[in-house]
């Protein structure tokens, strides 16, 4: 009477054991997609209007660094505001950002810099 009790135990834990699918390779789960934050992805924009801003105003330079002086002095709410004006209407809050002191300073500090590696 023990025996078939203890056969279908032993069949029950063995059939974790076996390979539900044999033959076939495992599934692998889906790949998680990469979400660009929405402050990452406002802070790209406004970079591209303000690069673009810059190199209006100083046709011909490297405005990389400035940009990033702009970039770096500018709350995110302006960033947002600059991002949606786009190029059109970027002119004033760009110039307001790179009117601050520590802006000004940041500018100068790159504008230097260029002229040492030139």
Do not use: F, H, W
């Not at 809050?93 to 002229?115: D, L, M, Y």
Request: hydrophobic residues 50%; contains cysteine; glycine residues 6%.
């Amino acid at each position: 009477m023990r025996l078939p009790l203890i056969l279908t135990a032993a069949a029950l834990a063995l059939s974790g054991c076996v390979v539900q699918n044999p033959g076939m390779a495992p599934v692998a789960p889906p790949p998680v997609p990469q979400v660009t934050p929405p402050d990452a992805a406002i802070r790209s924009s406004a970079r591209v209007v303000v690069n673009r801003e810059m190199a209006r105003r100083l046709p011909g330079a490297n405005v990389a660094p400035y940009t990033d002086c702009v970039m770096q002095n500018a709350t995110s709410a302006e960033l947002a505001s600059i991002a949606d004006a786009g190029a059109a209407g970027a002119g004033d809050a760009v110039a307001a950002i790179v009117g601050r002191p520590a802006t000004t300073q940041c500018i100068a500090g790159a504008a230097a810099a260029a002229k040492r590696a030139a």
